[in-house]
Nanobody, 124 residues
Framework: QVQLVESGGGLVQAGGSLRLSCAASGRTFRIYAMGWFRQAPGKEREFVARILWSGESTYYADSVKGRFTISRDNAKNEVYLQMNSLKPEDTAVYYC?????????????????WGQGTQVTVSS
């Protein structure tokens, strides 16, 4: 199993920035990629960004491209989501998740383990 703990959420004004962190522990050698998802009240969980555990490949939802940056620190088993130019529509609970297969996936169904989530609220 892999355990994930997110941190870094909070309340920020529109145009501001936040940096989310996700610490992984357990069987991290099984991780192929990690992703960030978000879920706003009354909406489905949606893909935000994905990074391979090795290599430089990153993937983003169109809605965050150019504003969010996903990165990782393999030595610390941590993944980050730097969020700039935040908008009220970015308000959601943000989750990190692990993927053990090489299938490229923007669906939550393609991910194996999930953190508990961290709330991000952007005020207008």
């Amino acid at each position: 199993q892999v355990q994930l703990v997110e941190s870094g959420g909070g309340l920020v004004q529109a145009g501001g920035s936040l940096r989310l962190s996700c610490a992984a522990s357990g069987r991290t050698f099984r991780i192929y990629a990690m992703g960030w998802f978000r879920q706003a009240p009354g909406k489905e969980r949606e893909f935000v960004a994905r990074i391979l555990w090795s290599g430089e490949s990153t993937y983003y939802a169109d809605s965050v491209k150019g504003r969010f940056t996903i990165s990782r620190d393999n030595a610390k088993n941590e993944v980050y989501l730097q969020m700039n130019s935040l908008k009220p529509e970015d308000t959601a609970v943000y989750y990190c998740a692990t993927q053990s297969s090489s299938l490229s996936s923007r669906s939550p169904l393609g991910y194996d383990y999930w953190g508990q989530g961290t709330q991000v609220t952007v005020s207008s």
